[in-house]
């Protein structure tokens, strides 16, 4: 049983270890669930928290193995418990203090249908123009062109229908019109 806690501390250890030096996406395990794939905050099971269970969990046991606890029952009982706490506290320590400032981009920031903006180059009947639109405190700019083919004049403003191909389609936009 000793070598079973040994294990567990040497290898949470290690690969904590090896995370932390050398890189890594640890904050959690995506799940896709078949629609929109943004974050949705830190998982349970992340992998450091996982780690430091594991860890947490080897440590306890072997010295409580060590200064002389008889009952295996007992050990496996207090190191797991142990190692569930800290675990615990991992997946707390992330969730109110890292995630917090975790302002990653999701992929509906990355979804320019209903996008305002105005022509900063006019399209010429079939032709491709350009429109700058603010996203997320950034002035950006997309080639368009305009949904039936007409004119739209430099400084329209107008409005993403569509993408395709990284080309937007656009119409023009009054302020009589509803989205």
């Given amino acids: 049983m000793m070598t079973l806690f040994a294990i567990c501390f040497w ?10 030096f050398f890189g890594g996406d640890i904050s959690e395990f995506h799940v896709d669930s078949g629609g929109g794939h943004g974050h949705i905050g830190p ?11 594991l860890t947490v969990f080897g440590g306890v046991g ?14 496996l ?12 506290f991992f997946f707390l320590f992330y969730a109110k203090v890292i995630y917090k400032h975790d302002h990653s981009m999701k992929d509906s920031d990355f979804d320019l249908h209903g996008q305002l903006g105005h022509l900063s180059v006019p399209i010429h009947e ?13 002035t950006r700019s997309i080639s368009v062109k305009s ?12 409005i993403i229908l569509n993408m395709s191909k990284g080309i937007a389609t656009v119409m023009e936009f009054t302020d ?3 989205l």
């Fill in 43 to 53: 998982g349970f099971f992340n992998l450091s928290s996982v780690l430091a269970s």
């Fill in 176 to 178: 009589k019109e509803r």
């Fill in 62 to 75: 072997y010295m409580l193995g060590s200064v002389g606890m008889t009952s295996v029952v007992l050990i």
């Fill in 126 to 138: 079939t032709g491709i123009g350009e429109m700058k639109f603010v996203l997320q405190g950034t």
């Fill in 11 to 20: 290898a949470g250890l290690a690969l904590t270890l090896l995370i932390t």
């Fill in 147 to 158: 949904e039936n083919g007409e004119s739209i004049a430099k400084g329209a403003k107008v």
């Fill in 77 to 88: 009982l207090i190191a797991l418990a142990a190692g569930l706490v800290i675990g615990w």
